[in-house]
């Protein structure tokens, strides 16, 4: 089996900056992606970036320019950094991993548990 784990949620004021970490274990280490995707209060989960086995990433035009995706090795660990948040950013965040890059939740195999951001005006 394979496990994510996230960690890094809280609270901020708009404009502030946050750093999610996603630790990355077992049959997850296999997989060709990793992505993350956030919940909304309300609404259906959504992609937000993501980052194949050699690096390439890819962000939704919501956070482009303001979310930066990274991924550490041995152990391996996927990172996302906030910066200048908005209150619209304000979700759950998910972590997952699949075989192919893409925006869709349906095609990822693994899941992490969620972490709470919340971002205030």
């Known amino acids: 089996g394979g496990q994510l784990l996230e960690s890094g949620g809280g609270s901020v004021q708009t404009g502030g900056s946050l750093r999610l970490t996603c630790a990355a274990s077992?049959?997850?280490?296999?997989?060709?992606?990793m992505s993350w995707f956030r919940q909304p209060p309300g609404k259906e989960r959504e992609w937000v970036a993501n980052?194949?086995?050699?690096?390439?990433?890819e962000y939704a035009p919501s956070v482009k320019g303001r979310f930066t995706i990274a991924k550490d090795t041995f152990p391996t660990t996927l990172n996302l950094e906030m910066n200048s948040l908005k209150p619209e950013d304000t979700a759950t965040y998910y972590c997952?991993?699949?075989?192919?890059?893409?925006?869709?939740?349906?095609?990822?195999?693994?899941w992490g548990q969620g972490t709470q951001v919340t971002v205030s005006l």
């Open positions: 077992g049959s997850v280490l296999t997989q060709g992606c």
């Open positions: 997952a991993a699949g075989p192919k890059c893409n925006d869709r939740s349906k095609d990822y195999v693994y």
């Open positions: 980052i194949d086995s050699a690096g390439n990433t």
